[in-house]
């Protein structure tokens, strides 16, 4: 089935340009939706609400000699008329309010309004609409007339009655004026948008345009950081995570490169004997002995541990090999296979000290870990130069026991210890013994401590030898 092709994706400076002028258009619609729609019935949402307001602040003085004080400067601070009407002898007389400015109700609007708070449930009516104001003007305005009734115990005649009237101005004018406002705000969103698309630009999209044509370098181990696109903290990350990243690529390649080198050399050498002896005996009977046999087949079980080892690392580290879990003597299991590096004692004079306690029970994956303990044990042999001396200690404390290989070698130098279980990295080879090691054993190690999340590490000095260890929690029965 054939996949449908990507589409092609927008630059990142038409993308800050279209979200720009997508949040100035925005900004402009919600400015017209607000003037056009919002502002008539917000104005008389406010106006009501400042209505009640007054008539609450009247409430608070009803009591008091100061209410005619209060109404008084309510009005003159407002545009606002306020009227308290008490009862008497049956009819309402209204209360002084000289400094209102607007109309005042008639007695039969005064009698409906009170008449219709009195049958609310909290005893207030709220009217609005238009009305046709006393003079000569004769004009219509839109008014608000607020009515509460206040209950008065020490009165017997009747409640009391306070009423707010004021007026909704016409707001067409100003209408007008903010939409013509509104073209200008227009047109300065719009420059804003334009300035604000070019300066993130300049200050995003553009350093990030260098540092792509940069990377796209990167696969050949090459990125070129340039420091004028470091306007702000993530393209700085950026450049320096992408220099980082060409330093590992070329290391990597290089890397692969030695192991390429290595492998083949190693490769190689059991090949080239194998062939040799082969040769040798078919063209001289007289040297099919015991002895070149014997050669064809070490060399051969060699070439078999080499690539088997190649196999076993690439199948660890893509997780296609699960560790079994299992409760053995780990220091019965060093003993064990120490057997095996006897006949480096007899034949070439190495002088292996052992140093392994009497018991340390553990969970594990008992071929795997004597895997680790054999390639550490094969490094050591490898890299102990001409002192061929070695130490294996196996100890336990707090809890846990500890398997560790000593050398009296060369050493690693401490720059190379970060990358010493690297699969592709080498160490220098001039002092290292010929031996059936792959190579790749750190690398191996490794792989299966971190399966057994196992504590492992190396301590080295130069010209003073290298000890590798890794450790292991008891079981509980073990522990002291």
């Not at 219509?140 to 005649?157: F, G, N, P, S």
């Not at 210890?417 to 031996?435: A, P």
Request: aromatic share 8%; glycine share 6%.
């Amino acid at each position: 089935m054939k996949r449908p092709e990507n589409k092609k994706r927008m630059s990142l400076k038409l993308k800050i340009g279209s979200y720009l002028l997508i949040f100035g258009l925005g900004m402009i619609s919600l400015l017209v939706v607000f003037q056009m729609f919002l502002l008539e019935p917000m104005y008389e949402s406010n106006k009501i609400r400042f209505v009640k307001e007054i008539s609450d602040s009247v409430l608070k003085y009803m009591k008091t000699d100061e209410l005619d004080d209060v109404i008084e400067s309510q009005q003159v601070r407002t545009d606002a008329c306020i009227a308290v009407y008490r009862p008497s002898e049956g009819s309402y007389e209204e209360a002084r309010f000289s400094n209102c400015m607007h109309y005042r109700l008639s007695a039969l609007e005064i009698l409906e309004n009170t008449a219709k708070a009195s049958k609310s449930s909290d005893g207030t009516y709220l009217y609005v609409g238009e009305r046709e104001m006393k003079g000569e003007s004769r004009n219509r305005l839109k008014v608000v007339v607020y009515t509460r009734i206040v209950a008065e115990e020490d009165d017997d005649d009747g409640n009391a009655v306070i009423m707010v009237n004021s007026t909704i101005s016409p707001i067409d004018a100003a209408v007008k004026t903010l939409q013509s406002q509104l073209l200008y705000f227009g047109a300065i969103v719009v420059i804003g948008v334009i300035v604000l698309t070019y300066l993130m630009n300049w200050r995003i999209a553009e350093p990030l345009m260098h540092i792509n044509e940069s990377a796209k370098k990167l696969s050949e181990g090459e990125y070129e950081n340039n420091p004028s696109t470091n306007r702000y903290l993530e393209a700085q990350e950026l450049n320096e995570t992408l220099s980082r990243a060409a330093v590992d690529i070329r290391k990597a390649d290089q890397a692969k490169r030695d192991l390429i080198a290595n492998v083949s050399h190693d490769l190689r050498t059991p090949l080239t004997m194998i062939t040799g002896y082969g040769e040798m005996m078919l063209d001289l009977p007289e040297e099919k002995t015991d002895e070149n046999v014997q050669v064809i087949i070490d060399e051969s079980k060699r070439l078999n541990t080499l690539v088997n080892d190649l196999l076993d690392l690439s199948r660890l580290q893509e997780g296609k090999i699960t560790i079994s879990s299992e409760s053995f003597d780990l220091a019965s299991l060093i003993r064990s296979e120490m057997r095996k590096y006897d006949v480096y004692r007899m034949k070439d004079g190495f002088r292996i000290e052992e140093y392994i306690c009497e018991n340390a029970e553990v969970t594990g994956d008992q071929k795997r870990l004597a895997q680790v303990f054999n390639n550490f044990m094969t490094n050591a042999i490898n890299y102990c130069g001409e002192a061929k001396h070695i130490i294996v200690r196996t100890e336990t404390d707090k809890g846990r026991v500890k398997v560790s290989v000593q050398d009296f070698g060369p050493g690693i130098a401490e720059k190379d210890l970060k990358n010493i279980w690297d699969r592709y990295y080498k160490v220098d080879r001039e002092h290292v013994r010929v031996s059936s090691g792959s190579g790749i054993g750190l690398a191996i190690a490794k792989e299966i401590l971190d399966l057994h999340h196992c504590g492992y590490g190396v301590e080295s000095k130069v010209d003073q030898g290298s000890t590798f260890w890794f450790s292991l929690p008891l079981q509980e029965r073990e522990r002291v």
